[in-house]
């Protein structure tokens, strides 16, 4: 699978040396949460602990992330990944874009993508409405369930009006950074609360 | 709140991943793994494995000469095992005709069934022929052994060409070779690589976890004759094994686990020899598979 000319590179190799116990568990920790909860969103595709779309393991994707820059497969531009966190995520980004445009997945919109549909039929396009109609239900109670919660309320409609990305809504909204980051956890958090509530009520999206 | 329905999708999934690029805390992060079934301990354990065992098993990468050897050597350990088979039978039965008449003539009705397909008529035979010479039939159901081991490995090469050759090749090394560099390069570059290349994809590793039933009895985790470098790769597999989750292979492989003394007491024995780096592979090997051990009873 990897020839000699993947052996580790010498910075890599430094890289790895450099990381201590502790910095390797709290690395793979927030890797591991990163993987999970990009590639889960609110669709809950896949039902065993751990497992993302196209079959693959939370602990597979970071480990091929990992694998992928000490192989010297891919290289760590530190002018535009800052630290190796950063550089990491941004590779399990890309390894999900590839697993999430597999022919399982096609539906799911991968990074920023917009959502794809190929060869659509009747029953793909009755199957589509139906999710855009949970998508419908699942924001609107998200919303209801945040009444009391301005912050939250603010976000959602900042992302509403355009605001793509934590920067953009800290923008929008004139709020600090800090207080998107938890509001966007809090609604987040909620939506997945909500979406398995769903689903074990047999209301499952997809 | 919406009545544009691509929108709620939009908004959805920007809430979900600007949420993920938001700084989680270590007890956040842990939570979030929690409540998706993920133990985060474990996953760092699991994702250091793979990085550790991936790389451990690149530094002992073969040369490319050493894959042009370990390959002729394939072809004639298999080209030996045929001719050995067909010798031992051939020649014990001559010599058995010429200065035993009646235990050839015992034995060779048995021929037939020692070399059929049928593997229970091969265990007839065998049964028989040791009553008749425990010698001859001892020779003949190590040369069958050897046999079947080759026969069944070609059989499985057929259906998964990805991992069959290295699996072979593995397998033949650890089976006919006695050169120990060899058994490096069958545990290093062979077999502990499939293992954990395989592991990415569920299907694949049921296919090759339950192929290493083969593998398991050529391990010498419990009582190395000679101790090599290759010990903790061993043990590697060993632990993989019986992780697995496949009832027959882990079964296969609790028979072949000592007590995690044992491994403690070759660790002990051997470990201040080895250079640091190799120390340390080798203690966390033990600690891993001393923790599997524990978590299966």
Known sequence: MVGDADRMPSDVRREVDR???????????????????????????????????YGEMTESIVSKALLLWM??????????????ETFLKAAIDSLLSHSAHGFDNRRIGAGD???????????SDLLERERVTEHDRLLAEIVRQSSEDGIALEIVEAIRQGAGTRRAIAAATGRPAEVIDNGLKRIRRLGTTIARSRSAAGKQTI | MTTNKLDSQEVLRVINDAGADAPHTADESREA??????????LARAIRDDVRLYLRAREHDRAPWEAIRSLAFALTAVSVAVFVVW??????????????????????????????????????????????????????????????????AQARANRNSVYQPRI??????????????????AIWSDLLPVLVEARRNRDDFVDVAIEYQRVLPLLRVRNPDVFLDSYWGELWILNILLESKIVPVVEAARQQAPEPAVVERIYQMHAPS???????????????????VKALR
């Open chain 1, 19 to 53: 990381l201590s116990d502790g910095e390797w568990r709290a690395l793979t920790l927030q890797l591991g949460r990163y993987a999970l909860q990009k590639s889960r969103r609110f669709y809950w595709r896949t039902g065993n602990a751990g497992e993302l779309p």
């Open chain 1, 71 to 84: 192989s010297g497969r891919r290289r760590w531009n530190r002018s535009e990944y800052p630290d190796l």
């Open chain 1, 113 to 123: 993508d917009p959502v794809r549909v190929n060869r659509a039929t009747p029953e």
């Open chain 2, 33 to 42: 793994l929690a409540d998706a079934g993920i133990d985060a301990d474990e």
């Open chain 2, 87 to 152: 010798f031992s039978i051939t020649y014990r039965a001559e010599i058995a005709a010429r200065h035993e008449a009646t235990r050839a003539s015992l034995i060779g009705p048995l021929l037939p069934g020692l070399s059929s397909d049928d593997a229970s008529r091969r265990s007839v035979a065998l049964a028989v022929a040791q009553e008749v010479d425990p010698a001859f039939a001892a020779a003949t159901a190590e040369r069958l052994r050897q046999w079947e081991a080759v026969s069944l």
């Open chain 2, 168 to 185: 072979l090749a593995g397998v033949l090394k650890l089976e006919f070779s006695r050169d120990p560099d060899d058994r490096k390069v």
């Open chain 2, 274 to 292: 080895l250079p640091d780096r190799d120390r340390k592979a080798f203690e966390e090997a033990v600690t891993v598979y001393t923790n599997t």
